[in-house]
């Protein structure tokens, strides 16, 4: 389906600036009142509105619906995806442990009701952070046309690299300010592996695509951890960028699939085992990882 480049480019910036401006705007109406169960649901409802709702209204708009996130089904979700969830598990049971967390993550919880709201979250977070991604790597690669096309095997190899260093940076960074060393650094390797699997993944005729189809969901991303970090100035800038760094693992792997013919769809395992346990491989600024 063809898109005029405009409303593509315009479409990325709306997604954008709804996931970007959102966690200031909730931190602006003072948060919610409501406690408990209600008070879960207001916090999901604000989730849903800032990676969800956005995208989900564009694709209905421009008439591509599910096209519009890369998707081509489930296939390769069972085999490859599996194999690309395992690092984010690997991570998920380091956190817990060196936290002292219930070894089942969020699901760890003793009540039923706690257990349907925890299911509620990781489905929110899951779906959020897959239709936001998806969708702002395939509009980018139709909104910015004088963006120079690069071979996708290139793009995951240069963009990988630059994460994988500014998350190794940023783990020793929070390890010497009193954070986990081996959270942060297991992570890290996460991320490698993550970019490692991606790139192996990729058929060697993979297309080339503009640079920015991959770019702009990365760049957004860390603007996204920055911003709900309290800002480039006063805000906790290595810990948003360390985020950044990591959550755009998982990012990477979600544009890349999403721009080839196999489909995003890939991605779905990563996607869960990265909400299933508090980590900060979550592209989510609002998931709230541990790193």
């Given at each position: 389906m063809y898109m005029a480049p405009d409303d593509?480019?315009?479409d990325v910036i709306l997604a954008a600036a709804a996931?970007?401006?959102?966690?200031?705007?909730?931190?602006?109406?003072?948060?919610?009142s409501a406690s408990g169960v209600l008070g879960v649901v207001v916090e999901l409802l604000w989730l849903v509105a800032i990676t969800t709702l956005i995208p989900v209204l564009l694709a209905r708009y421009r008439n591509d619906h599910m096209a519009a996130f890369g998707w081509r089904?489930?296939?390769g979700a069972f085999g490859?995806?599996?194999l690309l969830a395992v690092p984010a598990v690997a991570v998920g049971f380091v956190t817990v442990t060196t936290a002292g967390l219930p070894l089942a993550g969020r699901l760890g919880v003793g009540d039923p009701v706690?257990?349907?709201l925890q299911v509620l979250v990781i489905s929110v977070l899951s779906i959020g952070s897959f239709v936001l991604v998806a969708f702002l790597a395939v509009r980018a690669r139709e909104g910015f046309p004088r963006s120079p096309d690069v071979p996708l095997h290139q793009l995951v190899r240069t963009a990988?690299?630059?994460?994988?260093?500014?998350?190794?940076?940023?783990g020793v960074l929070r390890g010497l300010t009193g954070g986990s060393l081996l959270i942060s650094l297991s992570s890290a390797v996460a991320v490698a592996i993550i970019v490692f699997l991606v790139e192996r993944m990729l058929p060697t005729d993979a297309p080339a695509v503009p640079r920015a189809a991959i770019i702009a969901p990365l760049v957004v991303i860390t603007i996204a951890n920055l911003y709900a970090r309290g800002g480039f100035i006063f805000g906790d800038l290595p810990g948003g960028l360390t985020a950044a760094a990591v959550g755009g693992g998982?990012?990477?792997?979600?544009?890349?699939?999403?721009l080839t013919r196999r489909g995003s769809g890939v991605t779905i395992p990563l996607v869960i085992a990265v909400h299933l346990w508090p980590t900060c491989l979550s592209p989510v600024p609002l998931?709230?990882?541990?790193c």
């Open positions: 593509a480019k315009t996931v970007i401006l959102g966690p200031s705007l909730r931190a602006f109406a003072g948060g919610s089904g489930l296939g490859p995806g599996i706690g257990l349907l990988g690299l630059v994460l994988v260093v500014a998350a190794g940076i940023g998982t990012a990477l792997a979600i544009s890349v699939f999403a998931a709230g990882g541990i």
